[in-house]
């Protein structure tokens, strides 16, 4: 069955260090989003790609990147982690139709502490 | 495991009673609508969606409601199971959000057995 995979599923790692979180999915979906979730803030975009070599940044893009080299996979590189980073990071994807929206599908999530 | 908190409004039901989840949304130019449900330790798992065509839409045991007059979403549970035990948020889509979705903070339902 087609799916879309968060690894690791757990991550601690230290103030400065470069993380990189990585999502995979096998729908074949143009669209790939990256959220993070905060007590009292729900879910909130850091980076979207609408295909391969396409990345936009989201509300929260500060301190983040991503790069989409192929369609299945959209990595998210913290470039010098930050305690304000902790927090549980979530992939979505979804389909794209011409004059329509489709629903995005997530995957397991991502907790990330930063020390 | 990965999940909201728990500083949400919360709605306590007893099992087999219907549950009523509600979702104001801002943006009138909205048209595209979708109810999702987030367990403890899991990312959000879509139960429904509705577009701004229709006023209800049922699926198993959900139905969502649409009154686009006051900018309301709802989403109704029928017969609350425990397993409906969750955090329930609304995402809203316009035609000039680029497929992107804006998300509620959540409602968290608590099934008393």
């Known amino acids: 069955d087609a799916e879309i995979t968060q690894s690791p599923r757990h991550k601690i790692t230290e103030t400065g260090r470069q993380v990189t979180l990585a999502c995979h999915q096998t729908?074949?979906?143009?669209?790939m989003f990256w959220y993070r979730q905060d007590l009292g803030h729900g879910l909130r975009l850091i980076h979207y790609s609408y295909g391969v070599q396409d990345t936009n940044k989201g509300e929260v893009s500060d301190g983040y990147s991503v790069s989409r080299s192929n369609t299945e996979d959209l990595p998210l590189t913290l470039e010098s982690a930050a305690s304000s980073q902790t927090s549980v990071y979530f992939c979505?994807?979804?389909?794209?139709?011409?004059?329509?929206?489709?629903?995005?599908?997530f995957g397991p999530g991502t907790r990330l502490t930063v020390l | 495991g990965e999940s909201v908190g728990l500083h949400l409004p919360t709605l306590s039901v007893q099992e087999g009673d219907n549950s009523i989840i509600n979702c104001a949304y801002s943006?009138?130019?909205?048209?595209?609508f979708i109810w999702y449900k987030q367990e403890s330790g899991k990312g959000p798992q879509f139960i429904i969606d509705?577009?701004?065509?229709?006023d209800k839409r049922q699926g198993q045991r959900v139905t969502v409601l649409l009154n686009k007059t006051v900018k309301h979403l709802s989403l109704q549970i029928a017969a609350t199971q425990p397993g409906d035990s969750a955090v329930y948020f609304c995402?809203?889509?316009?035609?000039?959000?680029?497929?992107?979705?804006?998300f509620g903070k959540g409602n968290q339902v608590v099934v008393i057995p």
């Open positions: 729908w074949n979906h143009n669209n």
């Open positions: 943006n009138s130019a909205s048209d595209y």
């Open positions: 995402a809203e889509s316009s035609p000039y959000g680029n497929n992107r979705l804006a």
């Open positions: 509705i577009r701004s065509n229709m």
């Open positions: 979505a994807s979804s389909e794209s139709y011409p004059g329509r929206r489709d629903t995005q599908y």
